[in-house]
């Protein structure tokens, strides 16, 4: 036995040094055949003498069961974020402001990853547990599926007890091979590798995350010491430089700088370097590399005043227009797009981006063949800002909406009343028929999963439906044989539309698809009727009477119910067993008059629970940011929503301030 003990030791020790050689170093000394060899040989081992588990083997990476949901983990350190600029100027007053407190100091300038934060603790050099930042005081404990994270030791080379923080982040290059997967597979893509990294860490089954091969770079210490005899680093510098030399994986790409000019010089160097990176980044971090002089400045309340973030621009490229195709939408509307010159844009590669409708088109007077200057926004959508004429050629063409509906072939009508919008004047056309079960099968909707793009245009060629209401008489074996569909796949699909009869009244109202009403008036109209029976009655001076409802929602809602074929769709999905009644309204409505933005991964709930939890304590949920929304409640890699609500003053909070004040005003 003292034999094979040995063998396994070895090969652990062989296996660690060969990932860390591949993972974190980039220099590999073996094959991957000579790896999976020593790998299969220390699987089977292990499977014949379980007596010599050990957790940090490497072949503990990969194979926890999957989790019922994610517990939760209160930080000892607070996991703080960072105070935000914008500019180089607002860069320059926070260094002065920092010249008045210490004396001559030295900042570390190091790329910010575009990730998500997380904490991973080791006990005697051990790897035990990593957590999300959540709300900075209590986080996700995500620990099974940071081990299928490579470049994250599960042995450190020295037996110490200490508390790293990281950032786990998508790889461009495996983010681009798993979209083409999910396209191949008719899935929706995945809006960018921030999204795709906190996605893929918060799966319930670490399998699922195993296969989406994260990366991770840690860039703080955040408790514990990191020499054996105690002692402490002195400078951030110091720290990562021992932080490497314990095996960690730390972001190289950075400097000392100590005037603003060097600083600057250095951002401006990692902006020039940004599209070929490895991993996206969406700023540069400005930090005192000093520790004691970190001590002296202090902590704000949730950030620190010796750091801050850069953040950069949204990207923009220019590249050539090729062509301009229209897409019909649920509602009707004819939407362009642009055909482009693939472009390498904020971590993926564009090749189509939105042109609004035609008046936008008209405004920037935008032609086919220009030059134009393309961004996303919010990071997630392609946009074209701008043609640029002065390098518009002779073989340049106007753009002319059709006249004729490129589905089915109807006249189209241009509403001017409607956002500029051109539509199309057929009700049954295929495209609007298409859109609008996908929208009735939506998350928000009706949420019936595994009822994608894809499936609905089989369902609808196969011509096994022909509007929603037929889902409900869909049978397994009928859609067994279709492409991408077996047996299990459509056992599953039939068991989601099953379950999605009891989504609920407000629910309903909103897969229905009716003009103008989303989930906030989804909302108020179940709750004001009651019953879908009664507001297919509804007038239009009822309808006006609801708070926050305007004349044209109001006509829009009447006009929905108007049409024959719509009251006899509300008929056949009552007969098929459908929930039409509101549920009881919640005793409690002490969030009432009060509207809630959800926005980021939020540390312990999901978004749907939590719009639920206000719901129930009659608060509204809206979907985007106004001058109205009462509060925003942010969670991890927040977005766009956030940096509205700041710019409009809105209150921001998190989770936990979320529940306390609920908490609080039911105690009242």
Known sequence: MTQIAEKIRKLR???LYHAKRYYVDDDPEISDYEYDRMYAELLQLEAEHPELYDPASPTQRVGGKPLDKFEKVSHTVQMNSLSDVFSFDELRDFLARVDESVEAPVYSVEPKIDGLSVSLRYENGIFVQGATRGDGFVGEDVTQNLRTVFSIPMQLSEPLTLTVRAEVYMPRRVFERLNRKREAEGQALLANPRNAAAGSLRQLDPAVAAERSLDAFIFNLQEG?????????????????????????VLEARTCA???????????????????????IDGVVVKIDDLSQRIRLGEGTNTPKWAVAYKFPPEQKQTK?????????????????????????AGTTVSRATLHNLEFIRERDIRIGDIVTVQKAGDIIPEVVRSHKELRGENTREFCMP?????????????ADEGAATRCTNSRCPAQLSRGIEHFASKDAMNIDGLGPQIVDALLKNHLIADAADLYSLRADEIAGMERMGEKSAKNLIDAIERSKEAGLERLIYALGIRNVGEVAAAALAARYGTLEALQNATVEELCAIEDFGQITAECVVNFFSHSQNTELCERLREAGLVTVATAKPADDFLAGLTFVLTGTLPIMTRDEAAAMIKAAGGKVAGSVSSKTSFVVAGEAAGSKLTKAQNLGVKIIDEETLCRMIEEKRRD
């Open 321 to 345: 227009l090729e062509d301009v195709t229209v897409a019909v939408g649920r509602t009707g509307v004819l939407t362009p797009t642009a055909v482009l010159s693939p472009v390498r844009l």
């Open 258 to 280: 100590k005037t603003a000019d060097e600083i600057v010089a250095h951002i401006q160097k990692l902006g020039e370097m940004r599209e070929n990176l490895a991993y996206d």
């Open 225 to 249: 010491s990191l020499y054996a005899d105690g002692r402490e680093a002195r400078s951030h510098t110091e720290t990562l430089d021992r932080l490497t030399a314990l095996g960690f994986h």
């Open 403 to 415: 006249a004729n509906c490129p589905s089915c072939g109807e006249p189209v009508f241009y509403d």
């Open 13 to 15: 020790a062989k296996l």
